[in-house]
Every structure is written in structure tokens, then in C-alpha cells.
């Protein structure tokens, strides 16, 4: 995906419309949350007028490859790990533009994870299939809302993933910059299909691609409902990297961010 490589945080564009926040009209049913993990019920109405009939951006069941394990690691090597068991129908991968994916990027100090737009490609799979295999001292963790933790490495403020606020929603979402896709040659395309989805498109802080996919659709959220339904039925949300198997707790101490520093990267 297009970055912007080279800009500073101050230099990554904003939002043309400040006013408009995430969970206004447009956006989901089901804030695909942990952009979106947790689901959340709001504007059930408005929704369905914006987003039944849209067709997918792509079939639910694209040609299948063979899964792989991907291996996972941050920019300068420290950090790494894999995702095992990784295909198109593994998983679920979209772009989303909303105003704390890009605050998060400007956190880091890391436009380049994003598209042209603001937009972060992210990859929602089971928790069970990512495992860290180095570099864990180097693991942080942001909060910027309530209920998303959002995890970096401290020595290169590569964007690990985004994960619900415990551990016991079954889903993950491993954001594009952790992983490695040199190894075997295979495109991210081809590994984990394109994209189904953008969401929090009104967030966008530029045209979107030209290939950006479509907005979601009912029966995208239902495909997306099923596949987590079956996660959480084979015991994929376990175990966890982010989270400690006895306490629950992050295995990471949330930063939280003043509401002045918060402000400073909208
Ligand atoms: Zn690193
Ligand atoms: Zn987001």
C-alpha cells in the first residue's frame, strides 16, 4: 500500500472535517471494532439505508491458497514472531480510516503505515495462531479509547496489532507494517487476499485510492460475525501474546495519553 514516507507527524494530513467523529452515521452496525473489535450498536437505521445492497469489494470466498506461516517482525529485527495457518479465508482484512488508527501512526511517528488517505490495511485473525518468538521486552501498549489497546515496538515504533481491551473477544487485529512478506516472495495480496472492506471512509484525509475496496455490507458483517463465531467456537482466542494466561492482564502497561497529547495528534 502507498505511504507517505518521509513525513513527520506534523507533516501527515488531517482530516478536513474535524467534526467528524468515527461512530457518527455511515459507520457500522458492528464498529468493526478493534477498528472494531468490540461490537457496538448504534444508528442501526442510517446504517442500513448507507449500507444494504453494497455489494462486497470482493467475493467472501476468494480462490483459496495454501495457508502459511508469515513471519512477523518490527523494522529493525528485534521483534518477531509468526502468524501460522494464514490464508484469504483465515481471516479478514480491510482498511480502516478512522481518526485514532491515524493518531496512532502520528504517535509513532510512522505516516509511512499509512495510505494516501489516513488509511490503515489491518488483518483481523485468531489471537491463538500469533506468537512472538523475540524481542518481547520490546512490546508497548497505547490506549487511545476504551475499548481498543494498541500495541508498537519500542525500538523502531513499528505497529504490532490492535486488540480488544481483554483477552477474551477472539479476534486480533495484526496491522500490514509487523509483517513480513519478503520472505516467501508472496505479495500481501496474494496472501491475504485484498482488502473486503474500508470503513471510517469520512475520516479519510485525502481522495481514497483509486484501488481502495468498497464499503461494507450486511453480509459482510454476518461473513465477518460467522467467521469470529468460529474462532471463539475452536478455542482460537487462546492463547494470547498480548495477555498474561493467568491475570488477564496486558502483558504491556497501557500508556494512556493526556486528553492535551490526544488532542495534539488529531
Ligand atoms: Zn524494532
Ligand atoms: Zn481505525
Redesign the pocket.
Known amino acids: 500500500m502507498a505511504g507517505i514516507a518521509g513525513s513527520t507527524p506534523s507533516q501527515i494530513p488531517k482530516s478536513a472535517d474535524a467534526a467528524v467523529r468515527p461512530n457518527q452515521p455511515l459507520h457500522l452496525v458492528v464498529t468493526l471494532a478493534v477498528?472494531g473489535i468490540a461490537p457496538s450498536v448504534y444508528r442501526f437505521h442510517e446504517l442500513m439505508k448507507s449500507i444494504v445492497d453494497v455489494p462486497p469489494a470482493r467475493p467472501f470466498h476468494s480462490p483459496e491458497c495454501m495457508p502459511l506461516d508469515l513471519p512477523l517482525r518490527c523494522r529493525c529485527g528485534r521483534m518477531r514472531g509468526v502468524a501460522s495457518n494464514v490464508s484469504p479465508s483465515s481471516g479478514f482484512r480491510f482498511v480502516?480510516y478512522?481518526k485514532?488508527?491515524q493518531a496512532f501512526a502520528r504517535f509513532l511517528d510512522r505516516a509511512d503505515v499509512l495510505d494516501l488517505a489516513g488509511g490503515?490495511d489491518i488483518f483481523h485473525m485468531p489471537p491463538g495462531r500469533v506468537k512472538f518468538t523475540a524481542g518481547t521486552d520490546a512490546m508497548r501498549c497505547l490506549r487511545i479509547s476504551n475499548q481498543v489497546l494498541r500495541w508498537y515496538t519500542e525500538c523502531c515504533r513499528t505497529p504490532i496489532a490492535n486488540t480488544p481491551a481483554g483477552p477474551d473477544f477472539p479476534v486480533v487485529g495484526m496491522v500490514h507494517s509487523f509483517m513480513e512478506h519478503e520472505a516467501d516472495g508472496r505479495s500481501r495480496d496474494e496472501v491475504l487476499g485484498p482488502p473486503f472492506c474500508r470503513i471510517?471512509e469520512r475520516s479519510a484525509v485525502g481522495p481514497l485510492p483509486p484501488n481502495a475496496p468498497g464499503p461494507p455490507s450486511v453480509g459482510l458483517f454476518a461473513h465477518r460475525a460467522s467467521k469470529m463465531l468460529g474462532w471463539w467456537v475452536r478455542g482460537l482466542s487462546r492463547p494470547t501474546p498480548f495477555f498474561d494466561d493467568r491475570t488477564k492482564a496486558p502483558r504491556a502497561v497501557p500508556r494512556v495519553l493526556t486528553q492535551s497529547a490526544r488532542a495534539a495528534l488529531s
Open positions: 477498528d480502516c478512522c485514532d488508527c490503515t471510517f
